[in-house]
C-alpha cells in the first residue's frame, strides 16, 4: 500500500513540483535544520565540540551562538562565490573562508568575552574543522541560492545551539546540581550531583541516549505519516565525517 | 628528560586526545570497526600530526609572532595542514608505494580530523618548545592509537551481543565509549607520581 503511495505521488508532475516547492520553501528549510536534519542528533555532525564543551548550559549556549554566526556568514560568501570558484579547489577555497570567519569570532570573544574566550579554550578555534560547517557548505552552499543558504546556516546553527543546551543542561543539571550557575535547591548533602556527567565519559554516554531517544523520535513519526522520514542523499550526513573510504557507508554512524 | 616523559605520557594516557579531549571522534567511530583500517588510520595519524608540528611551531614563532600577525594562526595552520597533507600524500605515492598502500586512502580524510589541528594550537597555547611539541605530537597520536585499538576491540564484541532495538548501532557504540573513558581515569594521577 505505502508503495502504492509514494508511486502515485511521484506519477503526477504537478504534485511532484508542488512538493519540490515546498521542500525549498524557507519555513521547511529552517525546520529541517532545527528537527528533522538535526545536525546532532540526526546527521551525527560535529561530535568533538559536541560532547567537549557541554559542561556547562552557558559553555553550550556561547559555543551555539558562535557557530550560528560562522555557519550563517560562511554559507552566504560561499553561496555567493559558487559560480566563480572552480570546483578542483573548491574544499580549500571553503576551509579558507570558513577560517575567516572563525577568526572574526576569535577575536571578539577574546576581545569582549576574555572568562569565556578561557573556557572554551581551542574549541573556538576548532570551529574550523567542525564537520558541520563544512559539510553544509558542501551539501547545500555550494548548490542553492544565497537567501535559501542563509535561512540553512540559520537553521542548522539553531539546530546546532538546541542539541548544545539540551546536552548541556542535562550534563549541569545531573552532574554540577546547577542550571547556568545557579545552585538547584533539591540537591543537599544527602543527595549529591553524580561527577560522572560532566566528566568526560559523561558526554559519550548522555549523547549515546540523546541518540537512542532520536531514533525513538524517528520511529515515531514514521507511523505518523506513513512514510520514513529519510535523510535525503544531499544533506551530507556522510561525505562530510570524511571517513567514508574506510567506513564504507552508513552502517556505524546510521542513525 | 623527566619533563618530556611526562609530557609523553599525560599526552598518552591522562590527557588521552580521543577520550578526554574529545578531539578526533568521528574518525574514531567511524574507524575502529575493525583492527585493520584502525591500524592504518592510526599510522597516518601520528605521521600527520608529527610532521604538522614539526611545521606549525616555527611558523607561528619564526614568521606569524615576529610580524605581528599572531591572529591569523587559525587561518595559517589549516592551510599548513591542508598542502602538508597533500604533499606527503604525493610523496608517499612516488616514493614509497608499500606504506601508501596501507595508509594513502586515510590521508585525505585527516586534514579535517581535529585532532591534528587541535595538536598545533595546544603546542602554541600551553607554549611549549619545539622539542616538547613534537613529544606532545607524538603523544597525542599514540594515544589516539591506543584509545582507538582498545576501543576497536570492546566494539567488536559488542557488535556481537543482544542489544535492545533502540540502542543498536550509534548509541551502544557511544556508551561502549563511555566506558572506556571512565577506564582512562584509572591513569589520573600516574604520570606525576611516575617521574618524581
Redesign the interface.
Known sequence: MKENVTDQTYKNPKERLDEQKKKDSPMQILLDGVLFQNPVFRL?LG???L??ITTSAKNAVSMGLAVIFVQMGSEVIISMLRKVIPDKVRI?AF??II??F??IV??LVSAYLPALNDSL??YI??I????IV?ARAEAFASKKSVLSSLVDGFGMGVGFMVALFFMGTVREILGNGTFFGIPLPFYGASFKPMMFFI???????V???C??FS??FVKWMDKKRGKPLSLPPEAGHCEA???????SGS????? | MKEMMIILFSAILVDNFVLSKFLGICSFLGVSKNLKTAMGMSGAVILVMVASSALTWPIQTFLLVPLHLAYLQTLVFILVIAALVQMIEMVMKKAMPPLYNALGIFLPLITTNCAVLGVAILNITKSYTFTDSLINALGGGLGYTLSLFLFSGVRSKVDKANVPEMLKGLPITLIAASLVAVSFFGFKGLVENLFS
Open positions: 551525527v561530535t568533538c565540540p560532547l567537549a580549500p576551509i579558507t577560517a575567516g572563525v577568526t576569535q577575536l579554550g581551542i578555534p576548532l574550523v574543522v567542525n564537520c563544512l566528566l568526560p565519559p559523561g558526554g559519550f554516554f549523547f549515546g541516549i541518540i537512542c531514533q525513538i565525517c570524511g571517513t567514508c573510504t574506510a567506513c552502517e556505524g554512524t546510521k542513525v
